[in-house]
């Protein structure tokens, strides 16, 4: 199962359980088609599964940091903090 889309160094990749693997499309090609209860933009250069979360960290002042399955980390930039709360009913 997909954890997380992001993009880094010109390219697109999708991080599973299994490994790291390259996409075609851009983030805003996968944001539009991606199902948007299960997935959830949180940075210009990431999308993650809700599904996928195993922590939040709302100590750091202005962004969140996430913790997905596997030990994988992420951050919420302050552009999309209001977006994941509402995407977690928060």
């Known amino acids: 199962m997909v954890l997380r889309f992001y993009a880094e160094d ?3 990749f999708c991080q599973t359980g299994k490994g790291i693997f ?5 983030l805003y090609e996968l944001e539009g088609r991606l199902d ?7 940075s210009h250069s990431e ?12 100590s ?3 962004t969140i940091r996430v913790t997905l399955e596997g030990g994988a980390v992420s951050y919420v930039s302050r552009r999309y903090v209001r977006k ?6 928060l």
Do not use: M, N, Y
Not at 22 to 26: A, E, F, I, P, S
């Open 22 to 26: 390259t996409v075609r499309q851009r």
């Open 60 to 62: 750091l002042t202005g």
């Open 84 to 89: 994941i709360k509402e995407a977690l009913g």
């Open 10 to 12: 010109k390219g697109v």
């Open 47 to 58: 999308i993650i599964s809700l599904r996928k979360i195993t922590a939040l960290d709302l």
């Open 36 to 42: 948007r209860h299960t997935f959830v933009r949180i």
